[in-house]
């Protein structure tokens, strides 16, 4: 059984965050120079909300808003569905099915310490999954 410490082990990334007075537009850039499709939103260390591109298309795109004006604070996702570093996939992978998220940040402590994608949940799925048919044969 794996947890999410193993996954942000195998990730050693930065936690790639923006503040929530920020504008849209520079989150938008700042996920494409990361190459991620969400960005915790911290005051400090301390995680106020998560945005995602699904936000920005519902939020922005959708209610004809401009992205250079509009604050990161407006259109984030507050109720932010977290995991932390004993948590174990197979918890993970049920928390995005049934709250229909691809983004789980890991807090512990009240700080946030990474991010982990529904792809890094599927993918440690179906090496744990390989190994043990490896191990079976």
């Known amino acids: 059984m794996h947890y999410v410490s193993d996954l942000l082990e195998k990730k050693a990334e ?3 965050w ?3 007075l920020e504008s849209v537009f520079d989150a938008l850039k700042l996920m494409n120079e990361k190459n991620v499709g969400a960005l915790c939103v911290q ?3 301390y995680l106020v909300g998560i945005l995602s591109e699904r936000d920005y298309v519902r939020k922005v ?3 004809i808003h401009a992205s250079q004006q509009t604050r990161v604070s407006e259109v984030m996702t ?3 569905v977290t995991v932390a570093p004993e948590d174990t996939v197979r918890h993970c992978i ?3 099915k049934k709250h229909h998220i691809r983004h789980l940040p890991v807090v512990k402590d009240g700080k946030t310490l990474g991010m982990i994608s529904l792809r890094d949940l599927f993918l440690d799925a179906i090496e744990e999954r390989i190994g043990e ?3 079976n044969e």
Do not use: S
Request: hydrophobic share 55%; aromatic share 0%; proline share 5%.
């Open 133 to 135: 048919v490896a191990l």
């Open 18 to 20: 923006i503040g929530p």
């Open 78 to 80: 507050t109720e932010v």
């Open 43 to 45: 005051i400090e260390d």
């Open 61 to 63: 795109i959708l209610d």
């Open 94 to 96: 049920a928390l995005t």
């Open 14 to 16: 930065e936690v790639v």
